[in-house]
């Protein structure tokens, strides 16, 4: 069966950067886009871009620009997020999920991160 | 960016009553739509798919419409397990968004 397996929770400080992995199983890793979004306490989903894990392009949202890098291993069929100069407002549950070309039909399990002094 | 806009924010129903929620595009979207169900906790769960597409494993209780820039999320017969929040979202265009959400609570 499909699965997305992220990392654990993180806390760190203001400045620091932060990378979560989500290892894909149970499918052809290479043949589906993988997108990371993110969810603060009390919010909506939030999209922050998205990897294709075969030749491993990205797109980013324009408010993360500069501070986040996916990237992905196809020998262990993992994507990672790296999002770096964290703030407290960038304490969130992040999670990743596969692009069915109409929706996300598969989400990890979140991955939250604290951002705290 | 695109901007969709849910209602209402929350609703307070009972089981067995019907539900709709309805989600309004900023600009016109074609049936580029997606539903989700989230439970405190848990990741967004896909319901709905091009806007009417019940995805496999859904309860058929669930359907979606429309079309352009006004869709609806309609709950037939509520039952207790479908106390959540749902959220719609756009696949039309990048960046991609989410709707604010409708928390459907028990009455």
């Known amino acids: 069966q499909v699965q997305l397996m992220q990392s654990g929770a993180e806390v760190k400080k203001p400045g620091a950067s932060v990378k979560v992995s989500c290892k894909a199983s149970?499918?052809?890793?290479?043949?589906?886009?993988i997108h990371w979004l993110r969810q603060a306490p009390g919010q909506g989903p939030e999209w922050m871009g998205i990897?294709?894990?075969?030749?491993?392009?990205?797109s980013y949202a324009e408010k993360f620009q500069g501070r986040v890098t996916m990237t992905r291993d196809t020998s262990t069929s993992t994507v990672y997020m790296e999002l770096s100069s964290l703030r407290s407002d960038d304490t969130a549950v992040y999670y990743c999920?596969?692009?069915?070309?109409?929706?996300?039909?598969?989400w990890g399990q979140g991955t939250l991160v604290t951002v705290s002094s | 960016a695109i901007q969709l806009t849910q209602s209402p924010s929350s609703l307070s129903a009972s089981v067995g009553d019907r539900v709709t929620i309805t989600c309004r595009a900023s600009q016109a979207i074609a049936i580029s739509l997606a539903w989700y169900q989230q439970k405190p906790g848990r990741a967004p769960k896909l319901l709905i798919y091009h806007a009417s597409n019940l995805e496999s494993g859904v309860p058929s209780r669930f359907s979606g419409s429309g079309s352009g820039t006004d869709f609806t999320l309609t709950i037939s017969s509520l039952q207790p397990e479908d106390f959540s929040t749902y959220y719609c979202?756009?696949?039309?265009?990048?960046?991609?968004?989410f709707g604010g959400g409708t928390k459907v609570e028990i009455k």
């Open positions: 999920a596969r692009d069915l070309g109409t929706s996300f039909d598969y």
């Open positions: 979202q756009q696949f039309n265009s990048y960046p991609l968004t």
């Open positions: 990897i294709n894990p075969s030749g491993g392009t990205t």
């Open positions: 149970g499918y052809t890793f290479t043949r589906y886009y």
